[in-house]
C-alpha cells in the first residue's frame, strides 16, 4: 500500500473512531452521534469498495452502506419530525481529514476489520444507552428515538458478530 493509500484509510478510520464527540452543541448528544457514526461506516465502507481484493470484505462493506444507510435515514427522519438539527456528511467528512491516526503496518483489510469492530463496539454501547434511557416526554422526540435505538441493536449485535468473523480472517501483520 503505498502513502496515499494509507492517507485514505486513515482518514475513513478516523471518522469512525472520533467523530462521536465532534457536535456536543446540537440538540441531541445521541443524534449527533449516531449520525456521526453513520456517516463514518458508510464512508469507511466505501473506501473499502475501492481499495480492499477480498470478497468477503467487500461484501460486509456494501451491507454496511445499506443498512447504515438506512438507519440514518430513518434517523433524519426522526430527528427532522421533532426540529431536531442533525450533522451533515459534509461537515463530518471534512473534521474526518483533519484527524491523525497512527495506523501501524496492518493491511487494509485487517485496518478495515478492526475498525469495524471497535465502531461497532462503541455503536452498540451508545445504542444501548440511548434504548435503556427514561424518558420524558417533554424531552424533543425522547420517545420514538429510544424505540429507534431498541429497533437497531439487533442489526448493530449481527454487525459486530460479523466484523469479528471478518477480523479473525484478516488479521495484521
Known sequence: MDGFDLRHLVLAVALSSSMGTAFAATSNDFVDKAAAGGIAEIEASRLALEKSQSADVKAFANMMITD????????????????????????????????????????????????????????LDLFKKEANTVTDDRTKGATELKGFAQKMLPGLEKHLDMAKKLQAAHPGK
Open 68 to 123: 447504515h444507510g438506512k438507519a440514518n435515514d430513518e434517523l433524519a427522519t426522526i430527528a427532522k419530525k421533532h426540529d431536531i438539527k442533525v450533522p451533515d456528511s459534509t461537515t463530518l467528512v471534512k473534521q474526518a481529514k483533519e484527524k491523525i491516526l497512527d495506523m501501524r503496518d496492518e493491511s487494509f483489510d485487517a485496518a478495515y476489520a478492526n475498525n469495524q469492530v471497535k465502531a461497532h463496539e462503541e455503536a
